[in-house]
């Protein structure tokens, strides 16, 4: 479908009281079970699972939305929220303060309550997520860095719902997309996304709003070039008949990045790599904490030297911190290194490069 045919919520105006009004906060309306009651479910599951942990999670989901954080924040410390208007930021800010007029969430904290075996009133659980929102910050569409000027760190969690195919308006943004996405998660840490297949539009009111259609094939090839690999898929057929909006079926996936692309990836061999390397070995405040290792190693080796010992042998021993470009044929441009007795690589495949680095004779 053309995406000039219908408006696109992230640069027409409208009301984001009541999409909320419309497609999630209100328990009489036809599809509250598909929108709202899948996702309470499926979050639910996968947080009292235990695979998905961790400090912090950032949010970027399709309105002023709250249900899908309520039982985040019984895992995650901190969240973080993305929105992609000023009207959406206002609108989430009201919920967070309780200002008057504000959404209504009760009916799916009630819900997450009653998940859980209702071992918390659903206020409480309400102002959890309320204590653990730490940020909410504005995603511009129009910008290569959609976050700019807003620096954020890389997370345990990624959750998305139902925004990607709204934000995107042909298939290679939403690709792109799902890179930026990408930027934002920890290697190792986990992106939750719900989507729907086949979708081409909704409705608010009178007006109707574009949706990208695409089908569980695209997806799939989609998450793949973007190097990630698939823990679960769940797909929900659609029930009931409504014109409020169009959509085959629902679907949540679970994925994780893909140990290719984590050896290979730039947040492997850039600046800020460098740098960090360098904090530890200067020694400078809020450098990683390397003691665990430097003691378990003293103790393989028969505690013949204390770690901090085995740490300053380290530092004393580096006399060079190069960049590795992996976008280049050849990775260490400018740089000429001697060839060496012994090449050591953990958790990086690009074998024949790196034994280039070898003296005749010698192993890796």
């Known amino acids: 479908m053309d995406s000039n045919l219908h408006k696109h919520y992230h640069d027409e105006e409208f009301d984001p009281k009541g999409l909320l009004d ?29 695979r998905v942990r961790g400090d912090t999670l950032i949010d970027i989901s399709s309105g002023a939305s709250v249900y899908h954080l309520l039982s985040a ?55 959890k997520v309320r204590r653990a929102v730490k940020q909410v910050v504005k995603w511009d569409v129009s910008k290569d860095n959609p976050l700019d000027p807003v620096v954020l760190p890389q997370v345990d969690c990624v959750l998305s719902l139902w925004v990607l195919h709204v934000i995107s308006k042909d298939r290679d943004a939403y690709r792109r997309n799902l890179r930026k996405l990408t930027s934002l998660l920890n290697i190792g840490g986990h992106m939750l996304l719900f989507g729907a297949f086949n979708m081409t539009y909704y409705k608010i009111g009178e007006h109707k709003f574009f949706i990208l259609s695409y089908d569980e094939i695209f997806l ?41 692309r984590a050896i ?5 061999f850039t600046e800020p790599s460098i740098q960090e390397f360098k904090k530890w070995r200067k020694k400078d405040p809020g450098a990683a904490d390397w003691s665990y290792a430097a003691k378990a190693l003293c103790e393989l080796e028969g505690n013949r030297e204390e770690w901090q010992v085995k740490e300053d042998k380290v530092r004393r021993a580096v006399k060079q911190v190069a960049k590795w470009d992996v976008s280049k044929d050849n ?31 010698k192993e890796e």
């Open 22 to 50: 419309t497609f999630f906060c209100d328990e009489n309306v036809p599809l509250i079970d598909e929108n709202v009651g899948f996702p309470l479910k499926k979050l639910h599951e996968t947080f009292s699972s235990g």
């Open 73 to 127: 924040s019984d895992i995650f410390k901190e969240i973080i929220v993305i929105e992609f208007t000023e009207p959406n930021i206002q609108e989430f800010e009201k919920w967070l303060k309780k200002d008057p007029g504000a959404a209504d969430w009760s009916y799916a904290a009630k819900a997450v309550c009653e998940l859980e075996g209702n071992r918390e009133e659903w206020q409480v659980k309400e102002d």
């Open 220 to 260: 799939r090839e989609a998450l793949r070039d973007a190097g990630y690999v698939i823990e679960n898929m769940d797909v929900l057929p659609s029930r009931k008949g409504c014109d409020m909006l169009d959509y085959e079926h629902l679907v949540y996936v679970t994925f994780t990045i893909s140990y290719q």
């Open 264 to 268: 290979s990836s730039k947040r492997k």
């Open 331 to 361: 990775p260490l441009d400018h740089v000429i290194l001697p060839q060496v007795d012994c090449v050591l690589s953990l958790w990086a495949k690009q074998c024949r490069k790196v034994g280039a680095q070898l003296n005749t004779g």
